[in-house]
């Protein structure tokens, strides 16, 4: 793997000029290498070092630099007094110190548990703990919750029920090897199009790929196979 080191930003940089680090969006976990001009975003691609996506990419992190410097995007703190009047620009303290008051209000009015967090599932580990700090720990909260838990709840469900763990037990790796992958109520080609082409390589060695079909045809086009079940019979009292 290419040596790197961190850059005067944070992220570790490799040669040529570019930063290392790993794609913002799905949950596959794609490495990337963003390139820089004059401290802006100019360009991204796949990282070819990088274990999951072996320098590949779909269209998502490509569409990184016009999105960050779109004209649109909000830049400085916004606050309004009244949901009926505009919003204004506002300096970081003002605006921290009005959210501050605000949370604060609420709790003397109402008390902690008035209070609840739903945050991203974007967030990084470190930012997850601060939040955790901020509600549980300084705000005396319980009530957080994510959108990573959140999203995950039926999957983590049938995981523990079928595997007895709240994750699955398989790893990327294990895609290079298989020899038949059951794809079951997943539309893996559009959602996560790196693990796609990844079984897209096993395919052409050999690997037979199926993919249920319970309301229609919804399914990778490659799939090497379809199953069409039948609905459950209703029961009748």
């Known amino acids: 793997m290419t040596s790197s ?23 596959v976990g794609c490495g990337l290498l963003l390139r820089t001009e004059h401290a802006r975003l100019t360009a ?13 990419t779909c269209r998502k992190p490509l569409e990184l630099p016009p999105a960050v410097h779109a004209r649109d995007r909000a830049t400085h703190p916004l606050l309004r007094d009244r ?3 505009r919003f204004r620009t506002a300096s970081w303290d003002d605006a921290m110190a009005t959210a501050a008051a605000r949370l604060r209000r609420v709790v003397d009015d109402h008390g902690p548990e ?28 319980n009530n957080v ?3 990573s838990r959140l999203c995950m709840s039926s999957a983590v469900a049938g995981y523990v029920g079928a595997f007895g763990s709240d994750g699955p037990p398989p790893s990327y790796a294990d895609l290079d090897v298989a020899d038949c992958i ?26 037979t790929s199926s993919a249920p079909t319970p309301g229609g045809p919804l399914r990778p086009r490659a799939a090497t196979s379809t199953c069409r079940s039948a609905p459950a019979p209703t029961s009748r009292s």
């Open 145 to 147: 919750d994510s959108n």
């Open 83 to 85: 949901h009926d009047v």
């Open 44 to 56: 991204v691609q796949g990282d070819p070092d990088y274990p999951v996506n072996r320098g590949r």
């Open 114 to 141: 008035a209070i609840a967090f739903y945050i991203s599932g974007q967030l990084l580990t470190e930012d997850y703990y601060a939040v955790n700090k901020l509600a549980k720990g300084f705000l005396g909260t």
């Open 182 to 207: 059951l794809l079951l109520g997943t539309n893996t080609a559009a959602c996560h199009p790196i693990v796609w082409a990844r079984i897209r390589d096993r395919q052409a060695e050999g690997l």
């Open 5 to 27: 080191k961190p850059s005067a930003g944070g992220a570790p940089s490799v040669g040529g000029g570019a930063a290392r680090t790993v794609c913002p969006y799905c949950g």
